[in-house]
C-alpha cells in the first residue's frame, strides 16, 4: 500500500537515462509536460505516451514499476474520465439510461486520461533515474538565476534535497509502525471510512514524533559541521554535460517535434 | 502444539534489481516452552525470519505452521492472538495519553472483556514488566528510555500471547534494565509456559536464557543446538561474524594452565563457580 508510492524513490541502474545529466532531465521532462498541455490532437497525445513508454524502455527500469505512481491518481483519472463521457456538451453518441453520451465528452476524456498519464509516467522517470543529490543539484543550477532577484535558491534546494531523502526513511518508518500495531491487533482495512482514518492514529502520532526527532537530530548535525546556507560551497561531484547528454537531448527534441507535428498538419 | 517451518524461502523486492533473499529454505520446529534464543550477523535475516511467526511476512515458498494455523490462512487474528511480537525498539510505538491507555490498546482490539476484566490483565502486564502504578497515569513520552521500553513490551505482554516473540529487545538498554528485562522473562516462561524466541547481536544475553540456540548465517539455519555446543566450535561462529561469550574465551585460556579446567562455561555465574573450586582445592 505505502510500497506503492514511487515518485522520489531512486530505481538504481545504469542506463543512458540514469547517466544523462539531471538538468537535461528536467528541462526535456518540463517540455514534454508543457507540449502534452498545449496540444488537443489525439494523434500527439498518443505519440507522447509512446515516447514515454519508450523512455522508461531505454532506462531500463520495469514497466510496471514505473506505472506503479499511476496507481494513487487512478481516482483521479477515472473521476475525470467519468466526468467527460457523460456530462460535455456536443453531439450525441449514444444514450444510457437518462445519460447521453457525446462524441466530444469521450474524445476529451481519452485526452484527459492520456495527459495524466504521460505526465505522471515523465516525472516519474525523472526521479527514478536521478538519485535525489543530484536531482537536487540540477533543480539549483537551473533556478539560480533567480538568485539575481533575491530568491533563496540553495535554501529551497537544499530543502527539497532533505524531503527527498526522507521520502523512503520515513515510508521505511511508516511500514514498522504499522507492522508493530498489527502485531498488537491493529486493523487498518476494516471499517468505513471514518473508522478507517481513526484506525490510524495509532501509526500517525509515533511517526509524526519520529519525523520531529529527525529533525531535530539533523539539525543539530547540520549546525555542528557548521552548515551556513550556499555562500562559497564547493561540490564534491560538479555537474557536467557529456556526449550522453548530447544524444539524450537530441533523441528527446527529435521525439517532440515528432509530437508536434500532428498538431501543425491537422 | 508447536510452530513448524517448513523450507521456509522469503524475498524481498521479488523481480526488481533489488531483489534480495532474506531466507533461505528454513525448516525447524520449535516446541511450546522452549527459550530460543536466535544469533547472527546484521543482514542473516534474523528479522525476517520471525516476522513469519504471526503472519507479517507471507513465505514465498514454504509453510509456517503455528498452533495448527497456516499462516497463510483466514484464522490471522487467531494467530496474533498467540503470536506475541516485540520489535526493535518497540518505545517508537508509543501513541496514547497515558501508559495505562497504551498498554489496553492491544487487548482492546483483539478481546472484548469487561472493564473489570481488562483492568485486571493490563495491571498484571504492568506488574510482570515492573512498571509501577504511579507511571500508569502518565503521559508515555515524558517517561525515560527504559521505561518506555517496558510500557511497549508491556502492550504486547498484555494479551496473555502462548508464543513471545522479542526481535533485540535489550538494544539501548543499560544492564540493570537488561537484567529486569531478562528476570520478567524467565518468570513468564516458568508460571505460564509461554514460548519464548529472542532475536540478540550478545552472545552473553543469550547464552544466560537460551536452551537452544538457532544461529543464521546468510539466510539460512547455520547451527541449531545448545548453548554448550554452540559455543564450543569458535572458529566457526567467527566465520560468521559471531563470537562466544567473553567468558568463554577466559575457560579457554585457563584451561591451558590448569589442567581439567572445563571450557565449555558461557556465563558469569558458571565461571565463578567453576573458579571457586579450583580456589578452594588447589
Ligand atoms: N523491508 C525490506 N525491504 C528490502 N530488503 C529488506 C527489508 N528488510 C530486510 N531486508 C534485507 O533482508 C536481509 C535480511 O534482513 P533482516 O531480516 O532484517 O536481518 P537481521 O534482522 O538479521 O539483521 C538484509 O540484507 C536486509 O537488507
Ligand atoms: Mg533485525
Known sequence: ?266 | MAIEINNLSHIYNKETVMEKTAVHDITLTIQDGEKVGIIGHTGSGKSTLVQHLNGLLKPHSGSVTVNGIDTKSKEIKELRKIVGMVFQYPEHQLFEETVYKDIAFGLKKQYEFTQEEMDVRIRAAALAMSISDELMEKSPFELSGGQKRRVAIAGVLVTDPRILVLDEPTAGLDPRGRDELFQSLEEINRTKNTTIIIVSHSMEEVAGFANRILVMNKGTVAMDTTPDKAFEDVDLLESMGLSAPQVTYMARAISGVIKDFPTRIHTVEAMVKELMKVVKHP
Open chain 1, 1 to 266: 500500500m505505502i510500497g506503492d508510492i514511487t515518485l522520489g524513490q531512486y530505481y538504481p541502474g545504469n542506463s543512458v537515462v540514469h547517466k544523462a545529466d539531471p538538468r537535461v532531465k528536467i528541462i526535456m521532462s518540463l517540455l514534454l509536460m508543457v507540449i502534452v498541455f498545449l496540444t488537443d490532437n489525439l494523434l500527439s497525445l498518443s505519440l507522447a505516451l509512446v515516447f514515454s513508454i519508450l523512455a522508461v524502455y531505454a532506462s531500463k527500469v520495469p514497466l510496471s514499476y514505473a506505472f506503479k505512481g499511476l496507481k494513487p491518481v487512478m481516482i483521479i483519472i477515472l473521476f475525470t474520465v467519468v466526468l467527460n463521457v457523460f456530462f460535455s456538451d456536443g453531439t450525441p453518441w449514444f444514450t444510457i439510461w437518462k445519460l447521453t453520451v457525446t462524441y466530444e465528452g469521450v474524445m476529451r476524456a481519452i485526452r484527459t486520461a492520456l495527459r495524466i498519464t504521460v505526465l505522471i509516467t515523465g516525472s516519474s522517470l525523472v526521479t527514478l533515474t536521478t538519485t535525489p543529490l543530484l536531482l537536487t543539484d540540477g533543480i539549483e543550477k537551473l533556478l539560480n538565476p533567480l538568485k539575481k532577484i533575491k530568491v533563496p535558491v540553495h535554501e529551497i534546494a537544499m530543502m527539497m534535497s532533505i524531503a527527498l531523502r526522507f521520502i523512503p526513511v520515513l515510508m521505511e518508518e511508516t511500514q514498522k509502525i504499522i507492522k508493530a500495531q498489527t502485531a498488537r491487533g491493529a486493523d487498518f482495512d476494516t471499517g468505513n471510512i471514518f473508522q478507517k482514518a481513526k484506525s490510524f492514529i495509532p501509526v500517525l502520532v509515533p511517526l509524526f514524533i519520529s519525523a520531529f526527532r529527525r529533525a531535530d537530530d539533523l539539525a543539530t548535525a547540520m549546525e555542528s559541521r557548521c552548515y551556513r546556507g550556499g555562500e562559497n560551497r564547493t561540490r564534491m561531484k560538479q555537474l557536467r554535460m557529456t556526449k550522453i547528454d548530447l544524444v539524450v537531448s537530441g533523441v528527446f527534441v527529435l521525439g517532440l517535434i515528432l509530437m508536434m507535428i500532428p498538431d501543425f498538419l491537422f
